[in-house]
T-cell receptor
Framework: EAEVAQSPRYKITEKSQAVAFWCDPI?????LYWYRQILGQGPELLVQ????????DSQLPKDRFSAERLKGVDSTLKIQPAELGDSAMYLC?????????????FGPGTRLTVT | KQEVTQIPAALSVPEGENLVLNCSFT??????LQWFRQDPGKGLTSLLL?????REQTSGRLNASLDKSSGRSTLYIAASQPGDSATYLC??????????FGKGTKLTVNP
């Protein structure tokens, strides 16, 4: 069964350092999402891609976060510099529908700890 | 702005009991509603997806209902087992396509 892949699974970094996460969606899925989940909360959308284009990045802290999906397949989320408050689970999801109503499939997540 | 609320925040039941988890949302203009399961430190596993035109979905011991007009959904788990222990998240998808999540219900099923 096809799955969303993410790496690394765990990352510990010191504040002010740069960190990057990678996501490979289910093959053929045009829509890719990055969510952030703080402990004890539900996930919140950071950025949504339709193919290689950003559809929604209204909640992305653009002074330190960046995301790209250059060829419309896999995606990278970067934080520079990392802050203590960035400690969270970063989840990637993909969907096969071009517009709303499609089921989203989630990867295993990357647990980030900033010290 | 869509808001999703899940009640209760935590629930502890003995094995074998039937239980109901509740989810409410403020904006009824949704495409669908999904229920997810999350084990500690893990990603999300989709359990059930209900399209806005549907009233319920069933998978094994799980049954989810949707009343879009009142902004409510319930997840019914029959004959609970210790392996059902996890956090259950409800999420709605509207016109913006993103999922808006509740904070989850942490379920503990005691042997």
């Amino acid at each position: 069964e096809a799955e969303v892949a993410q790496s690394p699974r765990y990352k510990i970094t010191e504040k002010s350092q740069a960190v990057a996460f990678w996501c490979d969606p289910i093959s053929g899925h045009a829509t890719l999402y990055w969510y952030r989940q703080i402990l004890g909360q539900g996930p919140e959308l950071l950025v949504q891609f339709q193919d290689e284009s950003v559809v929604d990045d209204s909640q992305l802290p653009k002074d330190r976060f960046s995301a790209e999906r250059l060829k419309g397949v896999d995606s990278t989320l970067k934080i520079q510099p990392a802050e203590l408050g960035d400690s969270a689970m970063y989840l990637c999801a993909s969907s096969g529908r071009d517009r709303g109503g499609g089921e989203q499939y989630f990867g295993p997540g990357t647990r980030l700890t900033v010290t | 702005k869509q808001e999703v609320t899940q009640i209760p925040a935590a629930l502890s039941v003995p094995e074998g009991e039937n239980l109901v988890l509740n989810c409410s949302f403020t904006d009824s203009a949704i495409y669908n509603l999904q229920w997810f399961r999350q084990d500690p430190g893990k990603g999300l596993t989709s359990l059930l997806l209900i399209q806005s035109s549907q009233r319920e979905q069933t998978s094994g011991r799980l049954n989810a209902s949707l009343d879009k007009s009142s902004g409510r959904s319930t997840l019914y788990i029959a004959a609970s087992q210790p392996g059902d222990s996890a956090t259950y998240l409800c999420a709605v998808q509207g016109g913006s396509e993103k999922l808006v999540f509740g904070k989850g219900t942490k379920l503990t099923v005691n042997p």
